[in-house]
């Protein structure tokens, strides 16, 4: 009996249990030693949203969509400026009709050795789609950001992290290698689904490590954070130094139209200042690290 249209409480055995286990984090897949030898490894990532925020909800604010082209016209070359200064590559996740619109963007992330990663078509909201929908959607920004850089992605961050029932299955027909949205560890793991090993790698993210959540508003909502960057600095720092300490990940999920700010841009040219001074930490794209930790940990 299918329990899922009562009250959780209610639930037999069978139906949490099969609720819990249709996505889960497997083995680990964190290696003794990162590339060359190094301590720790370190993913730099930037979801270029854009307009799509706006666009994914109706497109009704010309207010909020001229803030996603702040990210166009100020926050990518920014961060592109500072990555370059520290000769660090980074994983740039973006939604095909932001890509759409702005073409020769990423045809300049990609020349400058940076990865483009999948971020769905307009930014849109996995857990509210069926299936055939979802899957049309990702298979089509898969083969539109093909189309623009002329490289294939390899990884997907689901916009928002919202992740559906249908995801990973979609994931696996894509054929990717790996996977940016979930949560379940610091490190690296392998993704299950239904108790079966994919293959497919999960660097996980956390709302802790995205600008997002410190410094985004909406003016017609209760949304009002407002965090002192000097505190986000120290949090994200706080977390590089553990990974540091333990040999781990540290993965970082920014934004062009949140970060790139006068006022918050050096958040991440200080950080790439004090991680840059380490010798022994290696600073790659997603996909150079998902396609590391896969060789170095063979099932």
Known sequence: MDDIGTQPWTWTEETWRRKVEHVRAGRPMKPARWKNGARCAVAFSFDSDHETNELRD?????????????????????????????DAKATFF??????????????????????????????????????EVERDLMFRAADTLERITGVRPVGLRTPSWDFSADTLRIERELGLLYDSSLMADDDPYELLEKGEPTGIVELPVEWIRDDAVYFNMHRFSGLRPHTPPTAVYDIFFREFERAYEEGGLFLLTMHPHVTGYRSRIWILEKLLAEISQRPDVWIATHAEIAAYVKAECPR
């Open 58 to 86: 109706g497109g009704k604010s010309i207010g909020r969509m001229s803030q996603g082209q702040y990210g166009n016209r100020q926050g990518v070359p920014r961060i592109l400026d500072a990555l370059r200064r520290y």
């Open 94 to 131: 973006v939604p095909a009709v932001a890509a759409l619109l702005y073409e020769d963007e990423q045809r300049r992330v990609v020349a400058e050795g940076h990865e483009i990663g999948i971020h769905g078509w307009i930014h849109e909201l996995n857990s509210q789609l069926p299936y």
